[in-house]
């Protein structure tokens, strides 16, 4: 049985659940197993990436910025990343807004690929979930901040999912077709 490693860079949760979600449409498509960690995680235990056939890590940004551990893991795994089958999706919530959904203008995975010597064989971009109930007082006031100048929801009682979870199904299907799991 095929092994696919799934790397979540996720603050709340919701990268995760994008992993689990292409996860879920991999295995209805082939018998495959799968191990999720957060990218912290990975490194801390020093997850072994050449022992899979496939890895797939997803990132959210926060105030501008993926987490140190991407980078780390990336620079860390360099190797293996070009010869294990990779692809990587970065989490925003810019991407709420559809012409900013490609990595072309996507200005946050642009500059991502644009700053790192890893080349995923697949790059997704999705929107994320912006859930004022579980920001602590600063962040909700930041994120309000942010999203009213960039005409968002700006309502406290916020709690929505923006991802288009079409393009997570594609984006799946196109690890299956590029790995042939």
Known sequence: ???????????????????????????????????????????????????????????????????????????????????????FFGVNLTARKPEKRQVETNVYVRKFLQNTPWQPQAVGVFAGALNYS???????NMIRFIMWLTGGDTDPQTNKVYTNWEDVEAFAQTIFNSTIL
Do not use: C, W
Request: glycine share 4%; no cysteine; net charge positive.
């Open 134 to 140: 579980q920001l602590n007082f600063f962040d909700r």
């Open 1 to 87: 049985m095929k092994k696919v490693l799934f790397l979540s860079g996720t603050r709340e949760g919701h990268t995760a659940k994008i992993n689990a979600f292409i996860a879920q449409e991999l295995q209805k498509k082939q018998a495959i197993a799968v191990e999720s960690y957060t990218l912290e995680q990975a490194l801390e235990q020093k997850v072994d990436l050449a022992s899979f056939n496939a890895i797939v890590i997803g990132a959210s940004i926060h105030y501008g910025h993926f987490p140190k551990a991407l980078n780390t893991l990336v620079q860390a795994n360099l190797q293996t990343l070009a010869q294990v089958p990779s692809f």
